[in-house]
């Protein structure tokens, strides 16, 4: 014999409804488990030393520990798919900063951009512009401390890039000073950006780093904690489900390269991700452009701005742009471009052409001016025809984007652009994916992370994994990632088109009586009624509920040239009822004893009135206001409130 169903919850069971809160219990449980279990991952990456000769031999490499944590992230973000948000939002909450806790604890592991920060703000404390000269220029040697450069000439443990005496007879700033350091490129200019140097400025006059690289590990983690707020709220106002944030909160992309290597593409991501925001469709303040011209054009152009920050800090979220244009281009890029014009101006003054910085060659560095830096492209291109193809396929996508892509929604642009790129380009630099995590948690497609995991295969030149040689990580790594995100990207389309061809006919022979009652109370009334009679809100929702209405009202005709909106409503007079006819002592009106007959009877038609038979009465889902008219209650299980049954991340 089946279970009989629970009303408030139509797809369970009374007996299974009793058992949902143990298993929310359990689900929260193991949800922490899985936390607490990443969090000791990280720590590990962040301090090998916990546990002495274990890590960096043939038993276990980081690799493997960051392999293993992608795993247990997959699983709690699995988990918190079916946990009710009142009680996961804290804990995604709580659960980043825990990771990025856990992160800053050690130093930077496999990257030293960090110093470059410490020392690149320490030379615009002393008043010297960072685009003017390189690290080993003679013009900031007094600069040197021994956190940053070897105070001893013959021993450079810990410092790993030295630089030779080298006289330059046009500028004698220019000259290199010899000295090890643990700075990357000391031979040449900054490469950041005008907005990422004013951070680097900032953190050293609110916390010199000079014998510590916490206060910069300090801030990479607040940005991130930062984004994790935006989107809890971004994501509930723009009516997606706040969960999606445990995407970016939990992913170890995020806690490795903001609270253990302080990467500043943190800081580009949180002003990506304010500026996706605003420019998408509002939650409940409608879609930008709708309403108030002058207000919809104040968020575009703020939008823009923000773009414009998040490019001059780290390039890379240009890659979210051609996502917003269908959003207004010309407001949003006049206020992207000017943005970054005014931060450059100042340096552009006082340095003139050296502002470029190490910029082109960085490109030539990487192989992307001679055409070898692109792995999967070069199976099939070599040299400058690899550079075209490349540039002709992420120019089409582009294209592709800006002309079918979804204005309300432009991170799912974002998501391909940022995936192809990375899959293109193929960079030795994991940290590049993070921009690609945060458009994905906004998104609600996870399957695209797997080309954020594959980066951590790049950085690792000639890996060795228990005598399995990988002598090109950068393609197994972005390639196998592409392939794995394209195929589970497939099959969610497979996927959703078979549920959408089924979902009519399981909704016709599933749907729970509450929907067929409010579908039947939103249609329109059946009741005819006379053009010189106008039937007020009351007497249609009395229809409905095969009540008679106490008296039908008139609406006399208006004065001669007025329109129909002047008339007034003037009651009928109610008239006496005989003493016999049974009366209903809470509303005083005649009952209708015709209401005792059996459901499947006709009731017998009224005298010149048509007749209603409703199939259902709506009695819990309608409401009477103070001023007359319905109020439909929406239930606790709707998609708009607090709790969600099941979460489909789309």
């Known amino acids: 014999m089946s279970e009989s169903r629970d009303a408030a919850s139509p797809g369970l069971t009374s007996k299974e409804r009793q058992g949902e809160p143990a298993r929310e219990r359990l689900r929260v449980a193991a949800i922490a488990a899985c936390l607490l279990v990443l969090i000791g991952l990280i720590l590990l990456l962040a301090r090998p030393g916990l546990v002495p000769g274990r ?18 992230f997959g699983c709690a973000v699995w988990l918190v798919r079916k946990a ?41 404390m002393a008043g010297i512009d960072p685009y003017l000269y390189a690290p080993g220029d003679a013009g900031v040697a007094r600069l040197r401390d021994d956190f940053l450069w070897s105070p001893d000439s013959g021993n450079h443990t810990g410092y790993p890039d030295c630089v030779p005496d080298a006289k330059n007879t046009a500028d004698q700033g220019d000259s290199l000073v010899a000295g090890c350091t643990k700075l990357n490129r000391p031979k040449v200019p900054t490469v950041y950006p005008p907005v990422a140097e004013a951070y680097f400025t900032a953190l050293q006059l609110v916390a010199p780093a000079d014998d510590s690289t916490t206060p910069v590990q300090g801030a990479a983690a607040g940005f991130a904690v930062l984004t994790t707020v935006l989107l809890l709220f971004g994501l509930r106002r723009q009516g997606k489900d706040p969960r999606l944030a445990a995407l970016w909160a939990w992913c170890p992309t995020v806690a490795l390269e903001a609270g253990q290597n302080g990467h500043v593409d943190v800081v580009g991501v949180a002003l990506t991700a304010a500026a996706l925001l605003l420019l998408a469709t509002g939650g409940r303040s409608g879609p930008v452009g709708r309403g108030s011209t002058a207000q919809a054009r104040k968020r575009k152009i703020v939008g823009g701005v923000l773009l414009g920050l998040a490019i001059a800090t780290k390039v890379t979220p240009v890659l979210a742009v051609p996502g917003v244009l269908r959003r207004g281009w010309r407001e949003i890029c006049a206020a992207a471009v000017s943005t970054v014009a005014i931060v450059y101006v100042p340096h552009v003054i006082a340095v003139g052409s050296k502002i470029i910085g190490f910029f082109p060659g960085y490109l030539n560095q990487e192989g992307y001016s001679t055409g070898t830096g692109f792995s999967i492209i ?108 394209v195929a589970l990207a497939l099959l969610r389309l497979v996927l959703d088109r078979r549920r959408h061809a089924t979902a009519p006919a399981e909704a016709e022979s599933t749907a729970p009586a509450e929907a067929t009652v409010l579908a039947e109370a939103m249609a329109p009334a059946e009741k005819t009624v006379p053009a010189e009679k106008t039937v007020p809100a009351e007497e249609s929702v009395l229809a409905e509920e095969n009540i008679p209405a106490a008296a039908e009202e008139t609406v006399p005709a208006g004065k001669t040239g007025e329109p129909a909106a002047a008339a007034t409503v003037e009651p009928a007079v109610t008239p006496a009822k005989p003493a016999d006819e049974p009366v209903d002592e809470s509303t005083d009106e005649p009952v209708d004893e015709s209401a005792d007959e059996p459901a499947d009877e006709p009731v017998a038609e009224r005298a010149g009135e048509p007749v209603i038979e409703p199939t259902a009465v709506l009695r819990p889902s309608v409401t009477i206001g103070n001023d007359g008219k319905p109020n439909f209650a929406r239930g606790d299980d709707s998609p708009g409130g607090d709790s969600y049954r099941v979460l489909t991340w789309r």
């Open 55 to 72: 890590l960096g031999t043939a038993k276990i490499q980081p690799i493997e520990l960051v392999g293993l944590a992608w795993v247990v």
């Open 84 to 124: 009710a948000v009142k009680l996961v939002v804290g804990l995604i909450l709580v659960g980043g900063v825990a990771l990025q806790v856990a992160a800053l604890t050690g130093p930077p592991q496999n990257s030293s951009d960090l110093y470059r920060y410490i020392w690149d703000g320490r030379v615009q």
């Open 378 to 485: 070069g199976l099939f291109a070599t040299g400058k025809a690899a550079t075209a193809v490349a540039v002709l396929i992420l120019g089409l996508i582009a294209a592709a984007i800006i002309r079918f892509g979804d204005a309300s929604q432009p991170w799912r642009g974002g998501v391909l652009m940022t995936s192809a790129a990375l899959a293109v380009c193929t960079p030795h630099f994991q940290w590049y994916a993070i921009l690609l995590v945060m458009l994905v948690a906004l998104d609600g497609r996870p399957e695209w992370l797997a080309i954020a995991a594959g980066g951590y295969l790049s950085n690792s030149p000639n890996l060795y994994i228990h005598g399995l040689a990988l002598h090109d990580p950068r393609l197994v790594g972005y390639g196998g990632g592409a392939a794995v995100a």
